[in-house]
């Protein structure tokens, strides 16, 4: 079958080649139809392939379909052969001939009983709905205003109701448009696309996922707890209970495969080509401007040369946190997400949404916390056989190859970060790198810990090394720790036992925690701590083969911390109530280490204490000069936000402010406006 170019047709309908001779000899050709882009016939890179802008009034114009339907069915199901001619309708399975991953043959040649496979069939229909127009001389076919509209709903965020109240009002309006009738039947005429997830239902205290050789448990062997809402376990094993298996499970956890979704990046062609941008394109000259530049890719390079043989072997990134679903503050609600980057791509193309893989949703009131790891151990199967090697085809070079993948390391915040280590971030010794080597002081007044052993990184002779009065009151001559290697972590964790589950956990309060760290503090001489026992439990990342060789495993996001960092300066130069850091309890912090002995609080007759000036604090009348050039600054659309519609001049303060904005402030207005109303900085 061939795109038929008559009048009537204007290269939007599939039709035999008979039929299409029969349509030009009765209707003709489109006019301005001379350059065949859908017929074979090359065109340049600055013409559109769905409109000629040579003639854009003529009928031709006028009929041309304006989606790509053809080629994303191409790419979906791998069906591109013999040049840019999809298989037509008479082609069937064999065994004699493999043409992009899929054997066919011709109708009458050597096996002309069979059918198609599931694949070819879901492929041929959607061909049908793809050649069935909406309505009479549609500019739209049937299937490309459901993916269309379906890619609306998922933007915009639609629930499911109310997109099917917007399909039977549009076939109210338009009764004569072949709309589905509801959301549910618009997924059923796109879901042969492939996009699709498997609902594993999960254990209400996370012990276990029913997955795997527990797929047909009925109860957590863990806690006990029964699979199903409203069911008894002890009744499982009878016909009652068997007839009350059918509720509703108590909690699904919604994986989308990962294996599926790389290969469709390799059956695509404007992604296969960009999936070897970091090999064949990527300026190599010592700056870093991609992952590929840093040194923790090269040194996986050097570990595993096999894999770097082949660059469509794919380097991931894993990102996750938890997120309110309901937008309401108020609700405590946090659903968790597991994404994944592919770093292959150019860095303006992985770093869109559209290029992050969603690999799996967590749902529940209370986010998965340590038991992160029970819902990981799909994705680390899948990184296990991904390691190994899965058959691809390569739509750019016509050929199969064994596709490999690896995930280089985890990008989160702080909290998600002992989650996905195994690392405490809580507590005396919270620095993961330095991990039994944290300087760590405990502050009696602020009931915080403060980490000070920050000038071991300066070089030997920095003069901050010496400034006793300015620190914590030492002279710092001691190197940069040793960072612990992944070999070492893996020895000293092998013997280590975790229980996953929320009613697992041993109760360790809030208040022992502090009198255990009050009482190393007063201790003179403290011993070093059996650093297996400062880890929670042993990350099922190790489960990887190579994981233990990476140099870099987690990553702490930019935005959270420098967000934090930004609010608590502003707070503090604003001398905000509750969100300074100059306060009454650190300046009597400063008197215990007998530092900075010129901001000690003073104490009054009344026995009040006043609080003598710091460098950075300013008057009201700072404060306003502060706020009104944030107030009245101009930036570039899409820079950022506006800016001046959070700041308040009768508070004095700044509300309101998302991540991004507190970038853009500590980065660039910041440092002006402290210039324009602190002269004596």
Known sequence: MILCPCKKCGNIYWHFREVVYEHLIVYGFIRGYKKWIFHGECTSSGTSSTINPTYPDTDYHQYVRQDDMKDMLRDAFNMRSHGEQSFPPDFIISEDCNIGGNVFCETGTSAPNEEPNEEVAKFYNLLNEMNEELYERSKYSKLSFCIRLFHLKCLGGWTGNSFTMLLEFLREMFPFAKIPQSCQDMKRLIKDLGFGYDKIHSCPNDCMLYW???????????????????????????????????????KVFRYFPLIPRLQRLFMSSKTAESMRWHNDQRTD?????????????????????????????VRLGLAADGFNPFKIMSTSYSTWHVVLVPYNLPPWICMKQSSFILSMIIPGDKGPGNDIDIFLQPLIEELKQLWSGVETYDVLRKENFNLRAALLWTINDFPAYANLSGWSTKGRYDCPCCAAQTCSKWLYNGKKFSYMGHRRWLDENHKFRFQRNLFDSTEEYRGAPEQTVGSKILFMLK?????????????????????RNESDDESDEEDDPNEAELWKKMSIFFELPYWEHNILRHNLDVMHIEKNVCENIIGTILNIDGKSKDNLQSRLDLVDMRIRRDLHPQVLPNGKYRLPPSIFSMSKKEKEVFCMVLKDIKVPDTYASNISRCVSFKDRRLYSLKSHDYHILM???LPIALRCCMSKM
């Open 667 to 669: 980065q660039d207005l």
């Open 495 to 515: 013997d280590i036992n975790f229980s996953y589950g929320k009613m697992n956990q041993p109760p360790i309060t809030q208040a022992r925690r502090r009198s």
């Open 212 to 250: 795997g050789d527990q797929k047909n448990q009925q109860s957590c062997h863990v806690c006990g707890k029964s699979r199903w809402m409203n069911s008894n376990t002890e009744d499982v094993n009878t016909d009652e209970g068997r007839a009350q298996l059918r509720k509703k499970p108590v």
């Open 285 to 313: 000259d010592g700056l870093l401007r991609h992952p590929a530049d840093s040194l923790a890719w090269k040194k996986f390079d050097s570990k595993f040369p096999s894999f770097a043989s082949d660059p469509r072997n």
